[in-house]
């Protein structure tokens, strides 16, 4: 006899379970299309569709589970498990239907070869399942939930497996055919059962358990999270295709999300790998990039059968989730697949900033001041280049040209007290090294980054275009900022502008200051000779390191410096944690939560036992001064700019030091 | 609920270091930016909220220069439906009752439920041109209002008194309010709502149109006249203090110290 496997054996009538599949089909197709249509909301504005990079993300952190893995080793072969085991078992029910409806050809050896992969799936499918329901509920890791739906789906799908293996163990054991111990499983569960005739009859129960268990699994896939393996791949393809910037629409869609925001929204899994990056969760405060994607994902409006979202769930959050968000992109960096939750975030504040009636107060007054007075800081345009006056430093706007590197001092820079430190300590520097530079005076206006974060668009616009035309004007070429901020939106967001809004190219080279002191130190334009002794530590501007990438030029120009010893903070680099400044945060401090997020910094930063923390970037420079006064490591612990430290290794003293 | 606000165009000085101007009675303000009065941002918002709660309009007068365009901008922008612009050529050198007169020109020939303006403008400080409004267009008013609630034809408003106190009282409609700051939150206006607003026409209107002759407006019509204008002195009890933020932070320091301030 042949090895091969009878199909609806025992089983009638057959044309009910052909209903059943039927109408499981018609629900999963329900549920799918409701959030299809959803999709088809959001702004999508000629994004391409296609990139190396998206087939790279689908099959490396999809197929592969890269991102997974590299975050967490055991969560990733547990879901590894249960995806290849899973995508098996449909690869092996698809390969069913084919040899039955096109052509045969599970039979002999290669119905033997399915068997055993069939067998295999199963297990790992098995393994996998009962691993995550341990690691939720026995380990429980703190990052996992225990919501109702949590338990039912591996629950669920653990009966679905079962019930497929006792419908196989009653089979063989019934059969008893020769070739049984390739289901090396099945065989297992059939030494259960005695040979009789009763088996017989018990044989359709068991039958048609395992296939309504398995219907209503596929029906209810749209309904619950577990829409993520369809949804999952979907965001991997999407997500490097997510533009940067959609200029402002007069018009206005109705809805401010992008596309690739709502097919996020469906992809979550709540893994919570982003709760544990958060800086804001983790300083305490009511907000976690995942309890905002569930507040964001909107129920279908165009079925009215809602069945998702429960009412009530996005209130409990309220509309003040969004405004924590510092857009530091630690929860990007986690996310398994990509999820940017600020940039939904700044979608988000979009659509509040433009109904305007739930804007915090605070920000309501930074913004008024931006575009009023050009700064966040203060209602005047007086102060702005009175530290470069005071030192001599050229502006462009009086030279009329652009001799030299333009120096971007940046509002915060310029005028509060603290941060003009940088601005002096580098125009030092670049004085020293025989640099020619300048800046653009009382003229410079803000790069926008303030309001593109708060979600005002239409003024980041308007500033875009007076720098970029400041720029033109006066012959701009290389422009060196204070601010990673800065830095980030002249890299980024403004090519991202003049490409959608159709102006040309901005035609400017940016740099960050760090870039420019590691240039020096390199082509030994700068020198240090006096051995300092000290032991200090870098903490990680967001924008600098985990949004551009520069990690490494701080890093070096630190250990150029003789004497100098550099210690690691618990999270450095891409893992950074933020001091809580950034994403316009700086200027709304009714978030802040005990402790703050620049205290939990500053503690990490004094448990180096370094003697300075050196960090790259004026809010963060404020915000740890801060923390390091409110934290009782005054005497401990000083916060440093790198450009102090450098001219305070190159004996460039500060006449003008006001240390506090 | 058809509601007409009164706004004002101001320079913003709460952070700005004023100079009184050579002639001696006026402020320089050529570094200053305008905006709209504190108090008219108020009423404005407010006449938006009465809007959404009981339908209806709201429309938006101001006098002022060509740049004033820019508050009603701003106040169609939140919600207003509808603009008017009295050019203010003709009305210079004009008293409260001047002003009063130029505005109760537009509003004797609309229909409206509710006029509001707000309780002062910064600038000026007089604090009577919404209450001359309501005598020269007879209505009932209230001034400095913190609350205001519609119930078919009568309106209640809560008054500010001195000590936190509040007075209750109810008025027929129509009738004429002046709020008080902190009657509620003024919505963010932002850019975009702005250009949204750019096409809607506001209506411009002149001294002439409004049939005012210059003995009821301007110099010719204002029973007040502007002197001098100067900036405080430093009085008994005030220390300017002097020197680098070190020194500054020092002084200060010992003199919390000196006073007791901190053990």
Request: aromatic residues 10%.
């Amino acid at each position: 006899m042949i090895p091969s496997r009878p199909l609806f054996w025992h089983i009638e009538p057959v044309w009910l379970f052909y209903v059943m599949a039927a109408t499981a089909s018609a629900v999963f197709a329900y549920g799918t299309l409701r959030r299809l249509f959803v999709w088809a909301g959001g702004v999508r504005n000629g994004t391409p569709f296609f990139s190396r990079e998206s087939m790279k993300r689908v099959f490396l952190d999809g197929i592969l589970g890269r991102r997974m893995l590299k975050e967490d080793v055991a969560a990733g072969m547990m879901h590894l498990l249960i995806f290849w085991g899973f995508l098996g078992l449909f690869a092996g029910t698809l390969l069913l239907g084919i040899h039955d409806y096109l052509f045969r050809f599970l039979d002999g050896t290669v119905y033997l070869v399915y068997s055993i992969f069939l067998e295999t799936a199963g297990m790992m499918l098995l393994t996998g399942l009962f691993w995550a329901l341990v690691r939720r509920y026995v380990q429980r890791v703190p990052r996992l939930e225990r919501r109702a739906d949590d338990l039912i789906v591996p629950v669920w799908l653990v009966l679905v497996v079962l019930s497929g293996f006792l419908t196989e163990g009653v089979r063989l054991a019934i059969q008893q055919p020769s070739w049984e111990g390739w289901s090396f499983a099945g065989l297992r569960v059939a030494a259960l059962f005695p040979s009789s005739g009763s088996l017989v009859s018990f044989y359709p129960v068991s039958w048609w358990l395992h296939a309504i268990l398995s219907l209503a699994f596929i029906a209810s896939i749209p309904y619950f999270k577990l829409f993520h393996i369809l949804t999952a791949p979907v965001h991997l393809y999407v997500s490097p295709c997510r533009p940067v910037f959609i200029p402002a629409d007069e018009k206005g869609p109705e809805h401010h999300y992008l596309f690739h925001d709502f097919i996020a929204f469906d992809a979550c899994t709540r893994c919570g790998r982003c709760v544990e990056a958060c800086p804001a969760t983790g300083a305490g405060e009511p907000f976690s990039p995942r309890d905002f994607l569930r507040w964001a994902r909107p129920s279908p409006s165009v079925f009215p059968l809602a069945l998702s979202v429960p009412e009530g769930e996005r209130d409990s959050c309220g509309d003040s989730l969004m405004w924590h968000c510092t857009t530091c992109g630690a929860c990007l960096e986690v996310c398994p697949i990509y999820i940017s939750t600020p940039d939904a975030v700044r979608r988000a504040r979009a659509a509040a900033v433009e109904d305007g009636t739930q804007v915090p107060t605070l920000l309501v007054d930074t913004l008024e001041k931006l575009y009023k007075y050009n700064n966040p800081w203060e209602a005047s345009k007086k102060n702005r280049n009175r530290w470069a006056r005071e030192m001599g430093v050229t502006d462009f706007t009086k030279t009329k040209k652009a001799d030299g590197i333009c120096y971007f001092v940046g509002c915060t820079t310029s005028i509060e007290t603290r941060a003009q430190g940088l601005a002096r300590a580098f125009s030092r520097i670049l004085g020293h090294a025989g640099i020619p530079f300048g800046t653009l005076g009382k003229k410079e206006p803000c790069c926008g980054d303030i309001a593109f974060r708060a979600g005002e668009d239409g003024l980041f616009e308007e500033q875009a275009e007076a720098c970029l035309d400041l720029f033109s004007r006066y012959g701009v070429e290389e422009v060196v900022t204070s601010s990673p901020h800065c830095f980030h939106t002249f890299r980024n967001e403004y090519p991202a502008f003049c490409r959608l809004s159709g102006r040309p190219p901005t035609g400017i080279s940016v740099f960050h200051y760090t870039q420019i002191l590691e240039r020096l130190v390199k082509t030994g334009a700068i020198r240090f000779k006096k051995p300092l002794g000290l032991t200090v530590t870098y903490h990680d501007p967001c924008y600098l390191g985990r949004h551009n990438g520069v990690f490494d030029a701080p890093r070096e120009v630190i250990r150029s410096i003789p004497g100098v010893s550099l210690v690691e903070m618990l999270h450095h680099r891409e893992k950074s944690l933020c001091c809580g400044g950034g994403g316009g945060r700086m200027w709304q401090e009714e978030f802040d939560s005990d402790p703050k997020m620049s205290e939990v910094r500053i503690r990490e930063a004094a448990a180096t036992s370094a003697q300075v923390v050196i960090t790259a970037c004026p809010l963060c420079l404020i915000m740890l001064e801060d923390a390091r006064k409110t934290s009782g490591l005054e005497d401990s612990l000083r916060v440093m700019d790198l450009n102090e430290f450098v001219a305070m290794a190159l004996d460039l003293a500060d006449e003008n030091k006001e240390e506090i | 609920m058809d509601i007409v606000v009164c706004v004002k165009q101001v320079p913003e000085v709460a952070e700005a270091e004023l100079e009184v101007a050579p002639d001696g009675s006026s402020i320089d303000t050529e570094d200053l930016v305008e905006d709209i009065n504190e108090w008219d941002n108020y009423a404005v918002e407010e006449a938006i909220r009465l809007k959404e709660a009981h339908g209806g309009s709201v429309t938006v007068v101001t006098l002022g220069d060509e740049e004033a365009e820019d508050v009603l901008r701003r106040a169609l922008a939140m919600g207003a439906d509808a603009a008017v612009l009295i050019d203010e050529e003709g009305f210079e050198g004009s008293d409260a009752f001047g002003i009063a007169g130029g505005l109760y020109g537009v509003l004797k020939d609309m229909s409206c439920d509710l006029v509001l303006t707000g309780a002062q403008a910064s600038d000026d400080g007089w604090g009577q041109v919404g209450l001359i409004l309501a005598e020269r267009l007879g209505l009932p008013f209230a001034s400095l209002a913190v609350d205001i609630r519609i119930d078919g034809d009568t309106v209640f408003v809560n008054r500010e008194l001195e000590s936190n106190t509040q007075e209750k009282v109810a008025l027929p409609l129509p009738a004429l309010i002046t709020i008080q700051t902190g009657i509620n939150d003024p919505r963010y206006v932002s850019i975009m709502g702005i250009r949204k607003v750019r096409k809607i026409e506001i209506r411009e209107t002149d001294r002439e149109e409004l049939g005012l002759s210059e003995k009821e407006v301007g110099f010719g019509g204002s029973g007040l006249a502007s002197r001098t204008l100067s900036l405080p002195s430093a009085g008994a009890g005030a220390e300017i203090l002097t020197g680098n933020l070190n020194e500054i932070c020092e002084k200060t320091a010992q003199i919390i110290r000196e006073r007791g301030g901190v053990a």
